[in-house]
């Protein structure tokens, strides 16, 4: 597993000028999940590792719900699960948001070897596989629409390309 550098990291107490400013972007993404179903998923640790190379997929105690009213008091970040009239919280050491926005590592400052990931749940894509197919192309205002058809199957896909894409596309071919 490709490990990729965190886009916001943010440390209770510390003096990097930048800390402020990360706490405001975690601040927004944690905001930004209100009604949104999450995964809330707690692994052992110590914190010399990385959070991203833990094994995040499901145990018995992980929970996946829909947040409701997400926000920051403070330090704190507070949420209720959808249909709960419960406030719970959690009050970070050090909080690590991933390059790709999609999960936020939370340290409790009440458990010490405990790291928590909140994020949305990963998508499930279903592969189409398609024998054979022929393929047209169209192109035209800066794009290229590639079409694979499995005729026999009765299946085809379509894939609109920007110039960029289709640059790599080609890359991959033989």
Do not use: H
Request: charged share 20%; proline share 6%.
């Amino acid at each position: 597993m490709s490990v990729q550098p965190f886009s916001a990291t943010w440390l209770y107490g510390s003096n990097d000028p930048e800390n402020a400013a990360y706490f405001e972007t975690i601040r927004q993404w944690w905001v930004s999940l209100a009604g949104k179903s999450v995964t809330w998923r707690q692994r052992l640790l110590d914190r010399a590792t990385d959070p991203q190379t833990l094994d995040w997929d499901a145990e018995r105690f992980d929970d996946e719900f829909t947040i409701q009213g997400p926000e920051v008091r403070g330090i704190t970040f507070y949420y209720k699960k959808l249909g709960s009239d419960l406030e719970r919280n959690t009050t970070p050491q050090s909080l690590k948001l991933s390059a790709n926005g999609q999960y936020l590592y939370i340290y409790p400052q009440s458990q010490n070897d405990v790291v928590i990931r909140v994020g949305q749940p990963e998508a499930r894509l279903e592969t189409i596989a398609l024998n054979n197919p022929t393929a047209t192309v169209k192109t035209g205002g800066g794009q290229c629409v590639l079409t694979l058809i499995d005729r026999p199957a009765g299946q085809a896909v379509e894939v609109t390309l920007n110039a960029e894409s289709l640059l790599a596309l080609k890359k991959l071919l033989p």
